[in-house]
């Protein structure tokens, strides 16, 4: 008797909270895959998943620390473990820090480099063999409009979502022949926690917020469009022609105003 085979899975990181949780409640309205929450803080992932089993999903959580070298692997084998092929790979975990580069502390900066790109680039080369055999499959990697310019105060995560944004379209261009869609998603500020973690409260930036069920959704559409690039929320989408159309030190200047913090008021 052959071994039956693997059910399907949307394997979606960071969806504990923000753009992550509103692509898995989303996803589970939509679709009839299986999904895996994964994160660090298990108890919300539990939460999360409890309520969208009532639709009768399958969902799964493994909690997860993806800054910590070799969790791509540790996330697959997991994935596997359950009896689960990945379909759909949804890189959404990330996080940046809004500081001068050299004020900040140095495993925070290589703990964003792992997480934002290398345990993503690791999860897209681990899934790919298996997507290529079935000739389909979805990868959504999170970018964002910081990929496009240079980012003072933000000089080492905007580095990492250009890295994102290229290695995406990269691969979408690659994989098209093999039934493979591959999207990044360039959401501007949205209305996440991203904020709190990055310390990005008083920045202008932070006044003009998408909400992340908007993220979510023009994220979805694109993916299932087979959009290589989506720049999310109305006020953003210019921003790719702008930045052609300026000097590059003015744009850099112009990104360094937005997310430069008010100064706090004090007392007399
Ligand atoms: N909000 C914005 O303005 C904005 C704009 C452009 C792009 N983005 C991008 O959108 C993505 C989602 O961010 P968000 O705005 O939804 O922020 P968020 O609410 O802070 O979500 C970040 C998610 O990543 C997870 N995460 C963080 N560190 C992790 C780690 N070491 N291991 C595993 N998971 C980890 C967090 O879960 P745990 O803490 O439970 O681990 C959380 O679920 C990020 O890639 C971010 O760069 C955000």
Same mark, same amino acid.
């Given at each position: ?12 990181? &960071? ?172 959401? &501007? ?80």
């Amino acid at each position: 008797m052959s071994p039956s085979a693997p059910v399907l899975a949307t394997v979606i990181t &960071g969806a504990s909270s923000g753009i992550g949780e509103a692509l898995a409640r989303q996803l589970a309205a939509a679709e009839e895959q299986a999904l895996v929450l994964v994160a660090r803080r298990a108890a919300r992932l539990e939460a999360l998943a409890s309520e969208l089993r009532q639709s009768g999903r399958r969902v799964e959580v493994i909690a997860l620390d993806l800054e910590q070298p070799g969790s791509a692997g540790k996330l697959v084998e997991a994935v596997t473990a359950r009896g689960l092929a990945i379909d759909t790979l949804i890189n959404n975990a990330g996080f940046g820090i809004n500081d001068p580069f050299a004020d900040m502390p140095l495993d925070r900066i290589q703990g964003m480099m792992q997480l934002n790109m290398v345990a993503l680039t690791e999860l897209c080369h681990a899934v790919l063999p298996g997507m290529r055999q079935r000739r389909a499959g979805r990868i959504m990697n999170i970018a964002s409009v910081a990929a496009f310019q240079a980012c003072p105060r933000f000089a080492v995560y905007g580095a990492t979502k250009s890295y994102v944004l290229m290695f995406s379209e990269a691969l979408a261009a690659e994989e098209k022949r093999n039934g493979i869609r591959v999207t990044a998603v360039c959401p &501007g500020a949205t209305d996440t926690p991203f904020h709190d973690v990055a310390g990005n409260h008083g920045t202008f930036a932070a006044k003009l917020m998408d909400s992340p069920e908007l993220v979510a959704r023009s994220a979805l559409r694109a993916l299932n469009g087979g959009t290589p690039v989506i720049v999310t929320g109305l006020m953003n989408k210019p921003l790719p022609l702008f930045v052609r159309l300026f000097p590059r030190s003015v744009v850099t200047w112009m990104a360094g105003l937005l997310v430069q913090r008010e100064k706090p008021v004090t007392g007399a």
